[in-house]
């Protein structure tokens, strides 16, 4: 399964991955906008555990975002169950010295296509915290539609801050 960007592609993963997502991911940079529960420091123990979940996912949906096959970043839904089972969230990262060329918006169309088409979903959503116009950016330039800010959600670096969520919903004619 693969998905073709204009210079990268969506692929799925590998064992031997684990060396680039440990170099790219160990970055405060990076950190900074995701989630506590991605590592920091990123060990090679990380790093080789997330890619041992990774090449048993079923179905697949969180891709590497491969620069001429090699590991940059990630790009990935999060599965829920119970009431927001028609729900996944959205998620992405890329290393740092990949910024900057269009790649995560192209990413997150080529995945959302790909989701919509072959999931049972209604919809997907991504959190951004305040602090990160990068990815709202994107986001927007991939087609979702700011749907709101959730005021104060947010408990990052000692910081208390608002999220911004974004949405797509399916088109059904
Ligand atoms: C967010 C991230 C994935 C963006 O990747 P990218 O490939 O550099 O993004 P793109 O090049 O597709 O688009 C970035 C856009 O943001 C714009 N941008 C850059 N810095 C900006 C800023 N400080 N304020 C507003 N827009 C900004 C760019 O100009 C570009 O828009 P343009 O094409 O209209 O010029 C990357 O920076 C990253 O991995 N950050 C850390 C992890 C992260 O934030 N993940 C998302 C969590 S919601």
């Given at each position: 399964m693969e998905l073709k960007g204009t210079n990268f592609s969506l692929r799925e993963w590998r064992a031997d991955d684990a060396e680039l997502l440990q170099k790219h991911a160990d970055n405060p940079n990076v950190y900074a906008f995701l989630m506590d529960r991605f590592p920091h420091?990123?060990?090679?123990d990380d790093a080789?555990?997330?890619?041992?979940?990774m090449l048993r996912q079923k179905p697949v949906v969180t891709f590497v975002i491969a620069v001429e096959d090699r590991l940059a970043g990630v790009i990935g839904l999060e599965l829920r169950d119970d009431i927001y089972s028609?729900?996944?969230l959205l998620g992405y990262w890329?290393?740092?010295?990949?910024?900057?060329?269009?790649?995560?918006?192209?990413?997150v169309k080529l995945i959302t296509n790909y989701a919509f088409s072959t999931l049972d979903i209604a919809r997907i959503q991504a959190g951004v915290?305040?602090?990160?116009p990068r990815?709202?950016?994107v986001l927007e330039k991939a087609?979702?539609?700011?749907e709101g800010v959730l005021k104060d959600?947010?408990?990052k670096d000692g910081l208390v801050l608002d999220e911004w969520v974004y949405g797509m919903v399916r088109i059904t004619v």
């Open positions: 420091p990123y060990t090679m080789v555990s997330w890619v041992n979940i028609k729900a996944p890329l290393g740092e010295e990949f910024w900057g060329r269009g790649i995560a918006t192209e990413a915290l305040s602090r990160n990815s709202m950016r087609g979702y539609t700011k959600n947010i408990f």
